[in-house]
Every structure is written in structure tokens, then in C-alpha cells.
């Protein structure tokens, strides 16, 4: 099983930015960050493709995240810029096979996820 554990979450003030990160046992060939806010589905905001570093956004954070990768540290970063209440959330990072367009934001697509880390915006 692949392991992945998170940090970086917190508060912040409403414009303000955070870095998580999630080191992974393994990395696989796409890693995503989710969130899920109270009483709301999980939803899926950054993914990268790791062969290539290939990245894809949710249009609710696209221009205000960023996701990357470290290779010798097994990590994955999202930088999370101009945040607003609304990002608010347990974020949670994944890491699965398939990162097409079908794949990349679907829960159920991937295997193995972290414990999960929160995000307070206000």
C-alpha cells in the first residue's frame, strides 16, 4: 500500500496563502489534493501527472493554486494563493494510476489517500 501523510494545514486570513504537502512511500503516476467541506462532496482541486509533470485544476482555484512535485523528497506541494472562505475544507491528498481527464477528479479513481489536513479561511 502507498502511504501518504500531509501537513502544511492551518488558518489563515481571507487573501492569504499556504503551502501543503504530502510526502508519499510511493510516487504514483497521479497525485491529487481534494477537499471536502461540511455537508459537500469531496472534490477534487489540483492533480499532476508525474511522468511529466503534466498539471490540472479545478476551475474553482485555477490561477490561485499550484501543484508540484519534488522528486527526491517523494512530495507533492500544493501552494494555495488568494485564498477565500469558500476554499475552507479537510484537505485531503490521493495518489492513483490515471490522470486523463476522466480519472483525474473522481474520488472513486483513487487508491490510496492521506489522513487528511485542515483549512481555515476566514
Known amino acids: 500500500d502507498v502511504q501518504l501523510v500531509e501537513s502544511g494545514g492551518g488558518s489563515v486570513q481571507a487573501g492569504g496563502s499556504l503551502r501543503l504537502s504530502c510526502t508519499v512511500s510511493?510516487?504514483?503516476?497521479?497525485m491529487a489534493w481534494f477537499r471536502q467541506a461540511p455537508g459537500k462532496e469531496r472534490e477534487g482541486v489540483a492533480a499532476?501527472?508525474?511522468?511529466?509533470?503534466?498539471?490540472y485544476y479545478a476551475d474553482s482555484v485555477k490561477g490561485r493554486f499550484t501543484i508540484s512535485q519534488d522528486n527526491a523528497k517523494n512530495t507533492v506541494y500544493p501552494q494555495m494563493n488568494s485564498l477565500k472562505p469558500e476554499d475552507t475544507a479537510i484537505y485531503y491528498c490521493?495518489?492513483?494510476?490515471?490522470?486523463?481527464?476522466?480519472?483525474?477528479?473522481?474520488?472513486?479513481?483513487?487508491?490510496?489517500w492521506g489522513q487528511g489536513t485542515q483549512v481555515t479561511v476566514s
Open positions: 490521493a495518489a492513483g494510476t490515471r490522470c486523463d481527464a476522466l480519472y483525474r477528479f473522481l474520488a472513486t479513481g483513487y487508491n490510496s
Open positions: 510511493v510516487v504514483t503516476r497521479c
Open positions: 499532476i501527472y508525474t511522468d511529466y509533470g503534466d498539471t
